[in-house]
């Protein structure tokens, strides 16, 4: 067997790179897995300055991308819940290392390959050999008859049986270690999309927070034109029920801020993590992603595809395996005794095979090569569906990083510029405070609108990026499917 920790581990980073693949074509999926995996890097952050700031504060686009990050396993971060000091901002790749060392998908995960091994090993292990005792003929001429003090028997397995028998499951083994990469992607990627939730809900409940003191204001600023007879009763009602309302978010906003935090909480696996403030932003930078290069690139390291190439060769060696099946197996038999009535030792042998005259494991391999049938059916199923979610997830990735671009370059400047000339005309007496409010009220709702459209930016960035894998509390799933020929008690 080829050693899987070797040319086919995935080895994940937890830092985004630009795919290279520039100036490919729509791609056409492979036809045979290919020989070696190349690395998978999750979709964690390309947008987290090197002077990490609390969330809040606004980190301006093109912000400087985090170095590469050191490859992680399960279990090579033992980190306690507490090892990251409370307060203190956290980066992604503290989550990262907690994730790893806590998260039970990924127990789970290589559970399933142990247990492949352990079916390799038994399936390869020959027959025990059976020894006894036999005695004949007792009372014949009133003897003891004829003894066999010791009787050696051994079936002898033929045609490279084992052989095959250990290959087949070493290639479950394989199978089983592309599903555990394919969970630790699920895992980063999952925390990335968490991690840009509660980035998104922190500056939420600022902006609703300045949203609630613009309120506030307006309130008094009404109550003072009322006062001096240039406001009336409804314009007050009206300013006091909008206060109301942007408390009423502000309380939402920080509730939806502990909803996110606890999802990313679960995700990392430590459920007791204490709330505090994540370091990075939410602004893109670099280049646009590209549906074709995505495209090829998902055809080149998606698990998924993978997976289903590799169920193929396994699929195929069960094949042979089963036609191998109708070979006799040897039986061979000796030992050794003495006759008491004749007085003398003895020795007998015996050679035994089967004749596959009835059962030639003809349904059998009809069963083997319906799987290989429908697993390499599996593979176009799996492209196709590969097409289509990307397609899918790229569609939300280019319309928000449109609405992005949109409020980056005309929404919010075009506010920001009214409501600093308000202000002016404020200074000037040419313009009345509350119009100066209503111009401050745009601009928080125009950056909340933004902060909305940066989340979605983000998640479908990680998406597409993440090979489409992005839940990291889903259970992996076993690397046998139900109903197939592997699915039995006793390995063969």
């Not at 935090?261 to 994540?278: C, F, I, K, M, S």
């Not at 280049?287 to 169920?311: G, I, M, N, V």
């Not at 609108?449 to 990291?472: I, K, Q, T, W």
């Amino acid at each position: 067997m080829r050693a899987f920790t070797g040319a086919r581990t995935f080895v994940l980073g937890v830092s985004l790179s630009a795919v290279g693949l520039a100036g490919c074509q729509t791609p056409d999926p492979p036809s045979r897995p290919p020989h070696s995996v190349p690395e998978l890097r999750p979709a964690v952050l390309t947008a987290v300055p090197k002077d990490t700031a609390p969330v809040g504060a606004v980190v301006p686009a093109g912000g400087v991308a985090p170095p590469g990050a050191t490859p992680t396993t399960p279990g090579e971060f033992p980190v306690a819940a507490n090892a990251v000091a409370p307060g203190a901002p956290l980066t992604v790749a503290d989550l990262e290392r907690l994730a790893l060392a806590h998260n039970p998908t990924l127990v789970q995960a290589a559970a399933f390959v142990d247990a492949a091994r352990g079916k390799a090993t038994q399936a390869g292990l020959p027959f025990n050999p059976l020894i006894g005792m036999e005695a004949e003929q007792i009372g014949a001429g009133n003897t003891a008859g004829e003894v066999r003090w010791f009787t050696l028997q051994q079936q002898i397995v033929t045609g490279g049986k084992l052989r095959l028998s250990r290959l087949k499951y070493q290639k479950e083994a394989e199978l089983a270690e592309i599903q555990a990469n394919a969970q630790r992607l699920r895992v980063v990627n999952g925390i990335a999309s968490a991690y840009f939730g509660v980035l998104a809900a922190q500056r939420s409940v600022e902006n609703h927070k300045r949203l609630a003191e613009n309120a506030e204001a307006a309130v008094k600023t009404t109550e003072q034109l009322v006062n001096v007879g240039q406001g009336n009763q409804q314009d007050l009602l009206q300013a006091q029920v909008e206060a109301s309302q942007s408390r009423v978010a502000l309380r939402t906003a920080e509730a939806r801020l502990r909803q996110d935090w606890v999802r990313l909480a679960t995700v990392v696996g430590v459920p007791d993590l204490p709330q505090q403030p994540l370091a990075g932003g939410l602004e893109p930078d670099g280049p646009p992603l590209t549906q074709d290069e995505a495209l090829a690139r998902l055809y080149q390291e998606s698990p998924e595809l993978l997976f289903a190439l590799a169920k193929v060769e396994q699929d195929e060696i069960i094949v042979r395996r089963e036609r191998r099946e109708p070979i006799p197996n040897v039986t061979v038999r000796g030992g050794v005794g003495y006759n008491f009535e004749t007085r003398n030792n003895t020795a007998d042998a015996a050679f035994t095979l089967p004749l596959p005259v009835f059962d030639r494991n003809q349904g059998t391999v009809r069963q083997a090569l319906a799987d290989l049938g429908r697993s390499r059916a599996e593979v176009t199923r799996v492209q196709l569906d590969l097409r289509r979610r990307l397609s899918d997830a790229f569609t939300r990735y280019q319309t928000a990083r449109d609405e992005v671009e949109n409020f980056r370059t005309e929404a919010l400047p075009k506010a920001s510029k009214a409501y600093d000339l308000y202000v002016d005309q404020f200074k000037n007496r040419r313009a009345a405070f509350p119009q100066v409010l209503v111009a401050q009220r745009t601009v928080f709702q125009l950056k909340e609108d933004y902060n909305r459209s940066l989340l979605e930016f983000r998640r479908a960035e990680v998406e597409v990026r993440g090979l489409l894998l992005v839940d990291g509390l889903t259970a992996p799933r076993e690397p046998v499917p139900p109903g197939h020929i592997n699915a039995t008690p006793k390995p063969r």
